[in-house]
């Protein structure tokens, strides 16, 4: 079965960088697109990036370009989001998801999240 | 993409709740809809305005016309109790409704 572990969460000072992964397993990774997404505590749903499966297309929601960069290694199975110059509005938990197309829209499978607290 | 969805639906055990999103020629776009338990990730309940996935059940279902796409559940069960997302894809861009907290007493 699917299944999508984030990690490298934490506690990080505004300016800062962080570096999030996404192990996957379960299917075919090279195939589909992935997404990342967050929810800020006690909110709604943001999404944050897309990558094609073979990381040849990149999308990034306004608030993040040029801060955040989503990339894939197919041979590690592992999806990455690094995110630099961190403001404390990014503190949220982030979701991995799995997109039901190579590139596109439907966030089929995600996984458990990692939060992110930026704090000085 | 601005989606818009009602903060609250409340619906009566066994009876058909209604839950709205509305966006600029919605219609024109696929519609997705995703059921987020308290504590729990985010499940996707209906894709392209009317799929299931495998695993969800049938009283799950959704119409997308104009600039108005709906998630019904039919004969909504205590466990149905959940918030609910809209999302469409647009200009390469994924956007979410503000969510709809889906009581059912």
Redesign the interface.
């Known amino acids: 079965q699917v299944q999508l572990v984030e990690s490298g969460g934490g506690v990080v000072q505004p300016g800062r960088s962080l570096r999030l992964s996404c192990a996957a397993s379960g299917f075919t990774f090279s195939r589909y697109g992935m997404h990342w997404v967050r929810q800020a505590p006690g909110k709604g749903l943001e999404w944050v990036a897309v990558i094609s499966d073979d990381g040849s297309n990149k999308y990034y929601v306004d608030s993040v370009k040029g801060r955040f960069t989503i990339s894939r290694d197919n041979s590690k199975n592992t999806l990455y989001l690094q995110m630099n110059s961190l403001r404390d509005e990014d503190t949220a938990v982030y979701y991995c998801a799995k997109d039901l197309y190579s590139s596109g829209s439907v966030f089929e499978h995600w996984g458990q999240g990692t939060l992110v607290t930026v704090s000085s | 993409y601005e989606l818009i969805q009602p903060p609250s639906v409340s619906v009566s055990p066994g009876q058909t709740a209604s839950i709205t999103c509305s966006g600029d020629k919605l219609g024109d776009k696929?519609a997705?809809w995703?059921q987020?338990k308290p504590g729990q990730?985010?499940?996707?309940v209906i894709?392209?305005d009317n799929k299931r996935?495998s695993g969800i059940p049938e009283r799950f279902s959704g119409s997308n016309s104009g600039n108005t796409a709906t998630l019904t559940i039919s004969g909504t069960q205590a466990m149905d109790e959940a918030?609910y997302?809209c999302?469409?894809?647009d200009s390469?861009?994924?956007?979410?409704?503000?969510?709809t907290k889906l009581t059912v007493l």
Do not use: E, R
Request: a negative charge; glycine letters at 20%; proline letters at 8%.
């Open positions: 696929y997705c995703y987020q990730s985010p499940v996707l894709y392209q996935p918030d997302y999302q469409a894809w390469s861009t994924g956007g979410f409704g503000g969510g």
